[in-house]
């Protein structure tokens, strides 16, 4: 029979970059939700259903409505909000007689919540950014004097760079945090290099799947934000590097020494290139996964066939099989484009221009 899989976020770039994925190859079901009743008509499903957001008192009670019509074999996410939702009533969903694949409840809060996340490491010795909670005017003042003339500024909580802001005026900083009522969501941190890196993985039961590093050339949209942040990557790059590695497998062992789902470490690097450790986007893959898809790797195929079928990759490498230097350049409505580094940089060299 058939296996169905119902995908949370239907419609929503990152979602139709999983479902892109699940259609290379396999021959399942798929079946959307989402709270954007325009998104479902860009996801690429058999059904759609539109459901209340993963806030709303009644969510719970109209997913399991929606297991209970379609009774989907594995159910998967790829928001934050609706990940830490589904978590809390898990036993419902498996009741229901649909699989997850996800890691312990604690471990999810643990990384939704930044804050908490930079404490678990602190405390496990991982280098990270000098961060600290922004309860008060007394706080945001406090971060200026420790952490120097320009700090970052971010939500604990939510993607795509939500709230974030370098600032080098306190009265500026001040307002910023104010206009999204920050005061004890907001932190202050010392402020990194632009560069940042992304390695994310797959675990079952503690032990490694398969992990693969992107680092990111440039943010899509960039110069339309006050931070140049947008959570979009615009040109990413396949990229490995030992150190990054090394502080990954620390930074997810700190906070789940028994890994089990997807675990995607983004990290900046500091200004002697070191790569600290900003968040883990838990339980879901980042937005541009399908580059990796395209470069050879499938990870949405590898997650879905051990849920469904227990079934394991059998790769050469675990730990970065892709070539180093394939670029993913994207674009707003129009398909993305895979191209080796060396071939753009010989196309730049090309160039003439006028002087």
């Known amino acids: 029979m058939t296996k169905k899989i119902y995908l949370g976020g239907a419609g929503g770039a990152p979602t139709n970059n999983v ?26 499903v ?17 997913l399991l409505a929606v297991f209970g019509r379609t009774r989907p074999d594995f159910a998967h996410f790829q928001n934050d909000f609706e990940i830490r939702a589904v ?27 930044k804050g908490r996340s930079y404490e678990i490491w602190q405390a496990a010795g991982i280098k990270v950014p000098r961060t600290m909670m922004l309860h008060s005017v007394d706080d945001l003042r406090r971060a200026f004097e420790l952490y120097g003339a320009k700090i970052w500024l971010r939500a604990t909580e939510g993607g795509g760079g939500k709230g974030a802001l370098p600032a080098d ?72 590097d030992d150190t990054t590695t090394r502080v990954s497998l620390d930074a997810i062992r700190a906070i789940d020494p028994r890994p089990h789902g997807i675990y995607g470490v983004d990290m900046t690097l500091d200004q002697s290139g070191f790569p600290n450790p900003t968040e883990i986007n838990i339980s879901r893959f980042f937005t541009t996964v399908h580059f990796f898809t395209a470069a050879g790797l499938n990870m949405p195929r590898i997650f879905a066939d051990i849920a469904l079928y227990e079934r394991f990759p059998t790769l050469e490498k675990r730990i970065n099989p892709l070539k180093d230097g394939l670029l993913w350049i994207r674009g707003m409505d129009t ?16 160039q003439e221009y006028a002087s």
């Not at 419902?92 to 809060?109: C, N, S, W, Y």
């Open 335 to 350: 398909e993305p484009v895979l191209i080796d580094g060396e071939a753009f940089d010989s196309f730049i060299s090309e």
């Open 46 to 62: 058999e059904e759609r259903f539109v459901l209340p957001t993963a806030v709303s008192l009644n969510h719970r009670a109209n």
């Open 169 to 240: 005026d306190f009265e500026f900083a001040r307002l910023w945090v104010e206009r999204f009522n920050g005061w004890g969501s907001f932190t202050a941190a010392e402020c990194l290099t632009p560069n940042s890196v992304t390695w994310l993985s797959i675990w079952y039961e503690g032990e490694l799947v398969v992990a693969q590093t992107r680092r990111r050339k440039s943010w899509s949209m960039g110069n339309r934000t006050l931070s140049g942040v947008t959570g979009v990557t615009g040109v990413g790059e396949t990229w490995s």
């Open 87 to 113: 978590s809390g009533f898990r036993d419902d969903v498996r009741a229901a007689g649909v699989k997850l694949f996800m890691p312990t409840h604690d471990v999810i809060e643990n990384c939704v919540d």
């Open 19 to 44: 479902i892109r994925s699940l259609r290379v190859s396999g021959e399942e079901r798929l079946v959307g939700g989402s709270s954007e009743a325009s998104d479902l008509f860009l996801a690429d």
